[in-house]
């Protein structure tokens, strides 16, 4: 009801508690003539960084990247069929570009990458009653591996 009261302007002094005593505040020591001022403190010149020290700090947040880039090994009848030409066939983010991809294989399998083709499945449409829906799209990479260098991936299979 305490809205109604301050609608109506009706004051209930009864339940209000007392306003307690405020205390005083610290009043400032004054400052003597004879006391030298503080200086500001002077600020450090930032560090500029030199052009090996850049791209030592991007190798090393690019460092270990491979299990972001690849997703999964594309285990199907053709990409098997594709590693008698010593092609393995990737699962891989669909923000990676080609050199990433590469870097991703050799320092993840520890063998030398010959040439990397990438293809993007878009989105597909599925309709499951009257509700409308899609399958995820995704990016595959088609590896070639240089001659003598195999992975492994498909003898398990």
């Not at 609608?7 to 004879?34: C, F, M, S």
């Not at 270990?64 to 053709?78: C, D, G, Q, S, Y």
């Not at 040439?115 to 989105?123: A, G, L, R």
Request: hydrophobic content about 30%.
């Amino acid at each position: 009801m305490a809205i109604f009261d301050r609608i109506l302007g009706k004051k209930d002094t009864a339940e209000r508690p007392a306003k307690e005593e405020k205390k005083p505040k610290a009043v400032k020591a004054e400052k003597k003539k004879d006391e030298p001022v503080k200086k500001a403190k002077t600020e450090k010149p930032k560090k500029t960084r030199t052009k090996t020290e850049k791209v030592a700090k991007a190798a090393k947040r690019e460092e270990n990247i491979a299990h972001r880039i690849l997703v999964e090994p594309f285990i199907t009848e053709k990409s098997t069929s594709l590693g008698e030409f010593n092609k393995y066939v990737f699962r891989v983010d669909q923000k990676a570009g080609k050199r990433q991809i590469k870097e991703a294989i050799q320092d993840y399998y520890g063998v030398r990458v010959a040439s990397v083709h990438t293809i993007k499945i878009h989105p597909k449409k599925r309709i499951h009653g009257r509700t409308i829906g899609y399958k995820k799209g995704y990016k595959k990479a088609i590896v070639t591996l240089v001659a003598g260098d195999t992975i492994g991936i498909n003898e398990s299979v």
